[in-house]
Structure formats: C-alpha cells, structure tokens
C-alpha cells in the first residue's frame, strides 16, 4: 500500500491510501466493520430483507427493510441497499 501521512490542521497526522494500490485481500476486507448490505429475499415463500457484512457473510434476515436498516444503523454500520 502507498501511505501519505499528512497534517491535519494541527491534528494528529492522517494516513491517506492509494486504493489503485490494494492487494486483493485488502480490498476483501474493505469496510467489512463498516457497511451492511440489506437485500430483499424470499424465505419459505414470504418476502424478507437479508443483512450481509461487506465481505457478503450473512448477519441477519429482518421481515420488513425499514427493521433491516434500523438493525444496521443500530449497530453502528452503514446500511447499503442491493436489489
């Protein structure tokens, strides 16, 4: 990876990566903490909305999506829709 430590208006120096420059299993790791993806699913023949982590490992599976999204936000993740 290529670092560029910077200052930060007197912060703390801030490490900025060249994303060009990401192995493949930096970029499989990428946001995993980070993001949730909720996709709609069928389960026993009833709509539902599946939460994946960013890596695609299943979370969750919520009846409604506004819950889906609620359970991301709740978790301090950001919720990405994927139809």
Do not use: W
Not at 50 to 68: E, F, L, N, S, Y
């Amino acid at each position: 990876m290529a670092f560029d430590s910077t200052e930060n208006s007197g912060g703390p120096a801030v490490e900025r990566v060249d994303i060009r420059h990401l192995s493949t299993d930096q970029l499989a790791r990428l946001g995993v903490s980070q993001i949730a993806y909720v996709k709609p699913v069928m389960m026993n023949g009833t709509m539902a909305y599946a939460i994946h982590a960013a890596d695609g490992t299943p979370m969750a599976v919520a009846g409604d999506r506004d819950v889906a999204i609620a359970a991301v936000h709740q978790q301090e993740m950001l919720a990405t829709l994927v139809h």
